[in-house]
């Protein structure tokens, strides 16, 4: 018990000194997580409304697809992006293995089926009378994309937050496809790994709390948006 | 003409829900489409309202055939608005909404105003045009929603149930606007009613359909 308080006064410590290799890993995960998730963003959204509002042949196979991909531990989608990218593979030249872009990939083929599938959720429940509305009076199918968007809009933020929760908080994709080098590739969990076998705990917690705050932190102003745009608040 | 059918005919999941022989509808005229749940009047009006294509048969607007290409689609609706049973009012401000179909035609801002204020004036909800769309209750509603269609003056306004689920209060203010926009703007509209009364006192003709076909026209300034 006294080595969890001791890490954590010490850990608080080491966050309000801003200590430089502190805010390197966090600025790393930060950068790292948040372009995964504007990149499975741009791409999972889209076709998360063109799932949701065609009914073509196979669409549930393509859901039951998704919803397997959701499960998929992250050490698999890190072996077999290695499997692309180590300097022997299909892709080896472009010197991508240990990189942060390396990481971003692997990041982005995890949480791309879960803002998609929670993107097809969120606009499943929207009722279909606001697509027909915006036809009636005259919009083009974009402008009818828009609406639906518009009205799923607490959905799909939620799904992009779930994305952002589930790669900032993955190790195997940025272990293995980063290497963990210092300064370059090492995010928070890994850096909290390496840290745990080292049996340094201060910065582990020192990180684990960081980790905590910023979720929390996006979550709160999530809510905040949510609140004040209306009635959709909780 | 504004609308001939012919043939035209409604399948859905293998059962037919509109079969009609031949159907002519007028310019600048008020119709009523009587009949009693299921017999056809809303998906008739899902299909004069571009927004549903029929199984088999032919329907054309204003002397064209209708070919359901996106491009033509877009055209046509762009002069016919169908106001739903439960109108659906877009999450927002009262004035948002109105602004809708003006704002999607690419209409100027400046131009835009002066014709939501007119359409929030003929339905009497001027005072709520900064009110939350969803706060409103359903008499309100299904104002906002009229005057969200008037708003873009489309040549043929169908109404689906407009004074269903409203008080008398609101079922008179909307009959008279109906009214009142045929009259002043020489908007042709189609209504679909459970009320034979409210046919009679509106309509130039009532269309009674029974099991998807039309049983009966009455004219209704002769009769």
């Known amino acids: ?234 | 003409m504004l609308y001939n059918a012919t043939e035209l005919t409604r399948t859905f999941k293998g059962r037919r829900v509109l079969n009609l022989k031949h159907l002519e509808i007028r310019h600048r005229k008020i119709y009523g489409l009587i009949g009693p749940n299921g017999a056809g009047k809303t998906t008739l009006l899902n299909l004069l309202a571009f927004l549903d294509r029929p199984t088999t048969g032919r329907l054309r607007f204003q002397g064209r055939d209708v070919e359901y290409t996106k491009q033509q689609l877009l055209e046509l609706r762009r002069q016919v608005v169908l106001v739903d049973q439960y109108p659906i009012l877009f999450t927002g401000s009262v004035w948002k909404n109105v602004e809708f179909g003006l704002k999607v035609r690419g209409i100027s801002k400046k131009k835009r105003s002066p014709r939501i204020e007119q359409a929030l004036e003929l339905v009497g909800m001027e005072e709520f045009r900064q009110a939350e769309a969803h706060r409103l209750s359903g008499g309100e509603t299904k104002r906002v929603a009229l005057a969200r269609a008037l708003a873009i003056q489309p040549e043929v306004l169908l109404c689906d149930e407009p004074t269903a689920n409203v008080d008398e209060e609101n079922q008179e203010i909307i009959l008279k606007l109906l009214q009142r926009i045929n009259s002043e703007q020489q908007t042709s509209i189609i209504l679909a009613t459970h009320y034979l009364a409210h046919s009679r006192r509106l309509a130039d003709y009532t269309l009674s359909l029974e099991h998807g076909t039309i049983s009966s026209q009455v004219d209704e300034k002769i009769s």
């Open chain 1, 1 to 234: 018990m006294s080595l969890l308080l001791d890490s954590l006064q010490s850990a608080v410590l080491l966050l309000f000194s801003m200590d430089p290799e502190l805010l390197n890993i966090v600025g790393v995960s930060l950068k790292v997580s948040g372009t995964s998730t504007l990149i499975a963003s741009m791409a999972g959204i889209p076709c998360g409304f063109i799932i949701a509002h065609s009914g073509f042949y196979g669409k549930r196979l393509v859901l039951t697809c998704l919803n397997t991909l959701l499960a998929m531990p992250t050490v698999v989608i890190g072996l077999l992006v290695y499997a692309f990218i180590s300097r022997r593979a299909l892709f080896g030249e472009l010197g991508l293995l240990y990189t942060q872009k390396a990481m971003v990939i692997g990041q982005v083929i995890l949480i791309m089926p879960l803002v998609t599938s929670l993107t097809i959720a969120a606009i499943s429940r929207i009722d279909d009378r606001y697509r027909k509305t915006a036809l009636t009076l005259g919009a083009t199918p974009l402008q009818m994309a828009l609406v639906i968007v518009h009205e799923a809009r607490y959905g799909i933020g939620a799904a992009v937050i779930a994305a952002f929760g589930r790669v900032i908080a993955e190790v195997g994709i940025s272990m293995m496809l980063g290497g963990n080098a210092k300064g370059f590739t090492r995010t928070m969990t890994t850096a909290m790994a390496l840290e745990y076998d080292k049996g340094e705990f201060v910065l582990a917690v020192a990180l684990g709390l960081t980790l905590m705050t910023i979720a929390f932190g996006v979550n709160m102003l999530f809510h905040f948006f949510q609140g004040k745009t209306g009635i959709d608040a909780l």
